[in-house]
T-cell receptor
Framework: QKEVEQNSGPLSVPEGAIASLNCTYS??????FFWYRQYSGKSPELIMS????GDKEDGRFTAQLNKASQYVSLLIRDSQPSDSATYLC?????????FGSGTQLTVLP | EAGVAQSPRYKIIEKRQSVAFWCNPI?????LYWYQQILGQGPKLLIQ????????DSQLPKDRFSAERLKGVDSTLKIQPAKLEDSAVYLC????????????FGDGTRLSIL
């Protein structure tokens, strides 16, 4: 059974701080990694994808991947109240995309 | 570019009744997915289509759930008969290729079983 584990949360950070979200996965054959943001009552929205080891930056978001440690993270710089949502880590293999259960982030004004 | 379309947005039925959900993927996307998301959990794949063929339905409860994508475009997911534990959001997603390609989700159908 392929597993994707995330910090159970909830995670609270003050406005302007860095939010750090973590994810580990069990399938060493995984080749694609995604972070989705899901607002309450809404569907998941893709915010980052990463395929190779290292960092990938997009605006205030940085995804970090370490395949040797089977670890992927998402950093949100200068966190805003509008970033308050559940963040889902998803790990893809040739056959399937597996989601973690999500980490709920609250950014306090 | 139009996104993934789903209907209905909400559905309330009694247990043992049947229900159907419809999905139209992003134009040109060959791969279509149906997920079940229970409150507080991540989406769980029910079935994956590549064009009009089933790629993976290993987690689909086939005694009550069925899905089709007859012309390789839109798709229907059916539950018959519904059980209380089927209360969830049913999400449709599409991508241009394999599960390694980004998937884009529709707004989902929130199903409540009484």
């Amino acid at each position: 059974q392929k597993e994707v584990e995330q910090n159970s949360g909830p995670l609270s950070v003050p406005e302007g701080a860095i939010a750090s979200l973590n994810c580990t996965y069990s399938d060493r054959g995984s080749q694609s990694f995604f972070w989705y943001r899901q607002y309450s009552g809404k569907s998941p929205e893709l915010i980052m994808s990463i395929y190779s080891n290292g960092d990938k930056e997009d605006g205030r978001f940085t995804a970090q991947l370490n395949k040797a440690s089977q670890y992927v993270s998402l950093l949100i710089r200068d966190s805003q109240p509008s970033d308050s949502a559940t963040y889902l880590c998803a790990v893809g293999s040739a056959r399937q995309l597996t989601f973690g259960s999500g980490t709920q982030l609250t950014v306090l004004p | 570019e139009a996104g993934v379309a789903q209907s209905p947005r909400y559905k309330i039925i009694e247990k043992r009744q049947s229900v159907a959900f419809w999905c139209n993927p992003i134009s040109g996307h060959a791969t279509l997915y149906w997920y079940q998301q229970i409150l507080g959990q991540g989406p769980k794949l029910l079935i994956q289509f590549q064009n009009n063929g089933v790629v993976d339905d290993s987690q689909l409860p086939k005694d009550r759930f069925s899905a089709e994508r007859l012309k390789g475009v839109d798709s229907t997911l059916k539950i018959q008969p519904a059980k209380l534990e089927d209360s969830a959001v049913y999400l449709c997603a599409s991508s241009s290729g394999t599960p390694q390609q980004p998937q884009h989700f529709g707004d989902g159908t929130r199903l409540s079983i009484l």
